[in-house]
Nanobody
Framework: QLQLVESGGGLVQAGGSLRLSCAAS????????IGWFRQAPGKEREGVSC????????NYANSVKGRFTISRDSAKNTVYLQMNSLKPEDTAVYYC??????????????????WGQGTQVTVSS
């Protein structure tokens, strides 16, 4: 069984920071494109960021550029999403996902084969 588990969500005030983790079991994340997605109440799931096999290339949604950073820790088989300068509009359930292939396009949910259960991020004003 191939599984992804997100952690690190919580409640934070506007301007604060959180670091989300995506840990894998059953496969090596270095061989997969990894994406972070989020879904707010009443909205469709949207791409936040993604990282290439090996970590050489990254993409970000315009709404999070300059504030969020995606990275890999191969030794821990984990991908992180560092979120700084958080805004109330960042409030959502955040999901990590994985697929094997070329990086682009990587902000399309339908490309991803494996998904985590999600972690709640709430930013108060």
């Amino acid at each position: 069984q191939l599984q992804l588990v997100e952690s690190g969500g919580g409640l934070v005030q506007a301007g604060g920071s959180l670091r989300l983790s995506c840990a894998a079991s059953g496969f090596t994340l270095d061989y997969y494109v990894i994406g972070w997605f989020r879904q707010a109440p009443g909205k469709e799931r949207e791409g936040v960021s993604c990282i290439s096999v090996g970590g050489g290339s990254t993409n970000y949604a315009n709404s999070v550029k300059g504030r969020f950073t995606i990275s890999r820790d191969s030794a821990k088989n984990t991908v992180y999403l560092q979120m700084n300068s958080l805004k109330p509009e960042d409030t959502a359930v955040y999901y990590c996902a994985a697929f094997r292939g070329l990086l682009n396009p990587c902000m399309e949910p339908n490309r991803y084969q494996y998904w985590g259960q999600g972690t709640q991020v709430t930013v108060s004003s």
